[in-house]
């Protein structure tokens, strides 16, 4: 087995003296992987270290860390190993278990990466992987990025067997004596790929017989046209940009075009536009292309495109730049299909849109914004007095008419006091004041109105930016809206002329801030 030859063509070789990060689970194919880069570096003098990330889901995750570690002792290679209860994160994190392993084990080989000083991470993906992949991709209906399978190389993310078959891994495995431990899992049939590794692939064998490279192969072609036309696509992003300079203030969003921006000039394609860095710190991606895609040192959280700057690039590649924008946020893009690019081109004025990982999309005045997500603030009890919720100061007092609070303080920067306030009386009833973040079926009857309208409704009608509807406040009273921050109160719970009502007082953060300075 011969790696040489491919990791020179794709510039996986480190110089001699910097390290790889050999990523080590015990199976046979990352044994191969780390046994040959160990023989390798002795050679050509780099040196090598391996990572192992013990997922604690198996009852052999044990058995699989002390394999790894016996072995690296035989080869003198320093091992680095971190633990984490899997399951349990994807509970919290709302992520699917493989989703979660996959980010905790990729984030794991970055630290360890940057803390060793490592110039190369190595994963030990071999051509069954390729081919599976990219079959997996076109079942879910991909489009060419997903066909383009794995890419070879991602940063300093590199896969020396991305092309070597199952059988040349097991030869090698053979001929040194090494040993390897078993996955049990491998032989579930709950898993997709196992059942297309165990079911599908036989069959397709008895059509073809080299399904795997004939795959790759196309695999491969498809990533070559990919760097050309994310390029291509790329440059009108980067043309508004530098059509644009000012229009991004200082730690604020991306923003990319004018109505007035120029079409880059396609007599300079292709292979011209600078190549993406990749930030160490950058979670990398399993399985997707896009190599030369846009990146940042600090990734924003949050960037938007002119519907002008859209509309200049051909109808084809227009989901290709919106894949381009999505990739400059701080989150991994595996869930993104074809689907949310299509739901995200037809995004109507004033619409908003939930995508995977975090990701609000909205369109106000012609431009269209990618933002990540702030967690919702939870549920709030009201008691008297102040309190803060999500972004908002609030201040709770009793009174027999609509008075200012006792202090004289919170009013608006503009001295008007309604701004900001709702009174409301519960008809003296104990009951329980709550404030929360607007809820699917949420409706309100203002005084006057003919009927019951939508929170979300009544907001957009007064004009509230889609990315704040999500945590405009809701007053509820006993669970049931009754008065919702810059809308009004419902008539059942609106204030009574005689007897104590609720007066609620909400400044947003930053106006109060403004008014104080």
């Not at 700057?309 to 924008?325: D, K, Q």
């Amino acid at each position: 087995m011969d790696l040489m030859p491919w990791m020179q063509q794709q510039g996986m070789l480190p110089a001699a003296g910097e390290t790889v990060l050999c990523a080590v689970s015990g199976g046979r194919d990352s044994v191969c992987l780390l046994h040959y880069l160990a023989s390798l570096g002795r050679r050509r003098g780099f040196a090598v270290a391996a990572a192992h990330y013990n997922h604690l889901m198996r009852p052999t995750a044990g058995r699989d860390e002390a394999f790894v570690a016996g072995l690296c002792r035989e080869l003198s290679v320093p091992l680095y190993v971190e633990r984490g209860d899997v399951r349990a994160i994807a509970r919290q994190e709302g992520w699917g278990v493989e989703e979660a392993g996959r980010r905790l084990r990729y984030d794991f080989l970055e630290r360890t990466a940057d803390a060793i000083g490592a110039s190369r991470i190595a994963t030990a993906h071999h051509l069954s992987d390729q081919a599976e992949t990219v079959v997996l991709n076109l079942l879910r209906g991909t489009g060419p990025e997903g066909l383009a399978g794995i890419p070879p190389v991602r940063g300093r993310l590199i896969r020396p067997l991305l092309q070597t078959p199952r059988q040349e891994i097991e030869a090698y495995l053979t001929a040194h004596g090494l040993g390897h431990v078993e996955d049990e899992t491998n032989d579930s049939m709950d898993f997709t790929r196992n059942r297309l590794r165990q079911e599908v692939w036989p069959l397709l064998v008895t059509l073809h017989p080299a399904p795997e490279r004939s795959i790759a192969r196309a695999a491969a072609i498809l990533r070559r046209e990919n760097v050309f036309l994310d390029r291509l696509a790329r440059s009108y992003l980067e043309t508004a940009v530098s059509d644009c300079p000012s229009i991004r203030k200082s730690g604020g969003p991306e923003t990319f075009g004018d109505a007035a921006h120029a079409v880059p000039d396609t007599a300079t394609f292709p292979g011209t536009l600078p190549e993406r860095t990749v930030s160490p710190n950058r979670p990398l991606e399993d399985g997707k292309t896009g190599d030369i895609s846009p990146d940042f040192t600090s990734a924003p959280t949050a960037v938007s495109v002119s519907e002008a700057v859209l509309r200049s690039a051909p109808e084809e590649l227009r989901p290709r730049m919106l894949r381009l924008l999505l990739e400059r946020l701080p989150v991994g893009k595996k869930d993104v299909s074809a689907a949310h690019i299509e739901a995200l081109l037809s995004l109507r004025e004033g619409g908003m849109l939930d995508l995977p990982e975090g990701v609000t999309a909205w369109r106000e005045k012609d431009v269209l914004h990618l933002e990540m997500t702030p967690p919702s603030p939870p549920p709030l009890t009201l008691s008297e007095g102040e309190q803060v919720w999500g972004d908002y100061l609030v201040r709770v007092w009793r009174s027999e008419k609509n008075t200012p609070p006792p202090d004289g303080e919170g009013l608006s920067k503009t001295g008007r006091f309604s701004d900001h306030i709702l009174t409301l009386s519960d008809g003296g009833k104990m009951s329980e004041w709550t404030l929360r973040c607007p809820q699917r079926g949420d409706g309100l009857t203002l005084p006057g109105a003919r009927g019951r309208r939508s929170v979300k409704r009544l907001l957009t009608e007064r004009g509230m930016p889609p990315r704040r509807r999500r945590t405009t406040p809701v007053v509820c009273i006993n669970g049931e809206p009754a008065a919702v921050y810059g809308v009004g109160t419902d008539q059942r719970f609106l204030p009574e002329k005689d007897g104590s009502n609720i007066n609620i007082l909400m400044i947003e953060k930053d106006q109060e801030e403004e008014s104080n300075g």
